[in-house]
């Protein structure tokens, strides 16, 4: 990965980063005077050094808490702050990477130029625009798109300089948006090794998506939000961490392959569902529970081929949350 060059723009700035939305609310109000509330009673700290992961159905109010905390939009009720003052406040004065769900850029600007354009504006130094371009440019594999107009950029690229120019300044907290909306398979895969390299202990990484594979794998937790309120935190490991941050815990079914010792299915596993071709479908409550259940069963003489989860902790967690049939 490239390095990234040192900004040297602390401006007072302390490691010690904590964002804290407070009985949040928002209503919009239309000219009629009809309300629709967007956000209701969202309470929810993210620390310094986390990955947090915003989940939702369309119209869950995952754009209006993003706006909330970048500024744009000020709370109806509550308060949101970041390090202890409001989030606005925050912003103006230390900045924030974002990179937002619809990327508009000039399409009659080259891609090399529309990243001096923001790297200007987010107030890097002159001297330091071309070393950070370069590295962003690097980063995403924008090399051969430097001179191509905005216009003519795929679907994937465009996303990869949305990206790139939310990772023109070495921020502390950095807001992606469906940050894999368009990127092919390997550049799905490459973003996540970024985001594990930008991890770091300073730094918080928000990420909304409506990809709950990625939130699995990049995410520390998961909140999830349906009809404006926060239904549930989860943490994305299977252990349940004692700091209230994951429900209780769920049934999870694993689709289990033998290649010998059928015969002793049942006798650890009684509900045990026959799928065929030496399949079995099997249902526990935690992961301590499925290993003790496949140590008596390996114990016993069966030979094991695999265990896969028929889908993950979190997916599970999502559809309980927002209501969704088993």
Do not use: C
Not at 186 to 213: C, G, K, Y
């Amino acid at each position: 990965m490239a390095k990234l060059p040192e900004s040297g723009d602390t401006d007072g700035r302390t490691a010690a980063l904590v964002i804290e939305f407070r009985n949040v609310g928002k209503t919009y109000k239309s000219l009629l005077g009809n309300s629709v509330k967007a956000v209701e009673e969202f309470s929810l700290v993210v620390g310094e050094g986390e990955i947090l992961g915003i989940a939702g159905p369309n119209g869950a109010g995952k754009t209006t808490l993003i706006a909330m905390m970048l500024g744009y939009l000020r709370p109806t009720t509550g308060t949101v702050e970041i390090n202890g003052v409001p989030a606005r406040q925050y912003v103006e004065r230390h900045g924030i990477g974002y990179l937002s769900e619809l990327i508009a850029i000039n399409p009659k600007w080259r891609a090399e130029t529309a990243l001096v354009r923001f790297a200007t504006l987010a107030g890097i130094a002159q001297s330091e625009i071309p070393r950070r371009v370069d590295y962003v440019v690097d980063l995403l594999g924008l090399a051969e798109h430097r001179d191509k107009k905005v216009k003519a950029l795929s679907k994937g690229n465009l996303q990869r300089l949305g990206l790139a120019q939310a990772l023109l300044r070495d921020e502390q907290i950095l807001v992606l948006d469906e940050p894999t909306h368009g990127l092919d398979p390997v550049w799905t895969q490459r973003f996540r090794d970024i985001v594990q390299e930008l991890r770091r202990p300073d730094r918080m990484i928000l990420i909304a998506s409506h990809n709950l594979d990625e939130l699995q794998r990049l995410a520390d937790r998961v909140a999830i939000i349906d009809r404006g309120r926060l239904q549930r935190v989860v943490s994305t490991s299977y252990e349940n961490t004692g700091d209230g941050s994951t429900a209780q815990p769920v049934a999870t079914r694993f689709r289990l392959t033998l290649a010998s010792g059928h015969e002793l299915i049942r006798a650890v596993f009684p509900q045990a569902e026959d799928a065929g071709r030496g399949e079995y479908d099997v249902t526990v409550n935690s992961l301590p529970e499925l290993n003790g259940a496949l140590a008596d069963l390996i114990g016993k003489g069966a030979l094991v081929a695999s265990v896969v989860p028929e889908r993950s902790v979190l997916e599970q967690q999502f559809r309980e949350a927002v209501g969704e049939s088993q």
